[in-house]
């Protein structure tokens, strides 16, 4: 039983394709995220979103936009990709302001 | 600099040894985090706490309010520790967001 997935776990695509990264948690959690690891392995907020609000990390280029259908899903959505974007996001979901749980990552790679 | 230092950033340690990583913050905090990332990429959280002292098998966190400053001790080391460890703080203000650590990549040999 996954309690946050993420598809797919890796993804190669070309500069200027526009790609989707899903992700479902089944904890009931209030609130999900994502979050970018650079190559150096520096995590960053992406997005908060919980069923009411919506919060963007002012540095996330509007290439990137969140969508969720329901509270348990929370695809990441992207535009026109750059090589700059490839990188290792992570999905994770939270009740409230409890503990963390993450996705297994998707590794991003753009050629 | 960053909102969150921690230290060491690399750390080898024989098996049985006792492990201490640190983490400071510099602003005001809601909750601090400690998570786990094994090579193969996967987070795991380790702690969350806003106070005191928390235990959990042979790990132990703790941290300091006053002195902005967090410990995550690892008691007879074992190999399978072996993992990159996070520190990340929710800041006043920011909501549920984490904010991170660079991260302190543990080694721990046979």
């Known amino acids: 039983d996954t309690a946050v997935s993420q598809t797919p776990k890796y993804l190669v695509t070309q500069m200027g394709n526009d790609k989707s990264i899903k992700c479902e948690q089944n904890l009931g959690h209030d609130t999900m995220y994502w979050y970018k690891q650079d190559s150096k392995k520096f995590l960053k907020i992406m997005f908060s979103y919980n069923n009411k609000e919506l919060i963007i990390n002012e540095t996330v280029p509007n290439r990137f936009s969140p969508k969720s259908p329901d509270k348990a899903h929370l695809n990441l959505h992207i535009n026109s990709l750059e090589l700059g974007d490839s990188a290792v996001y992570f999905c994770a979901s939270s009740q409230g302001q409890g503990a963390y749980t993450f996705g297994s990552g998707t590794r991003l790679t753009v050629v | ?110």
């Open chain 2, 1 to 110: 600099k960053n909102e969150v230092e921690q230290s060491p950033q690399n750390l080898t340690a024989q098996e049985g040894e006792f492990i201490t990583i640190n983490c400071s913050y510099s602003v005001g905090i809601s909750a601090l985090h400690w998570l786990q990332q094994h090579p193969g990429g996967g987070i795991v959280s380790l702690f969350m706490l806003s106070s005191g002292k928390k235990k959990h098998g042979r790990l132990i966190a703790t941290i300091n309010i006053q002195e902005k400053h967090s410990s995550l001790h690892i008691t007879a080391s074992h190999p399978r520790d072996s993992a990159v460890y996070i520190c990340a703080v929710n800041l006043h203000g920011a909501g549920n967001m984490l904010t991170f650590g660079g991260g302190t990549r543990l080694m721990v040999k046979p």
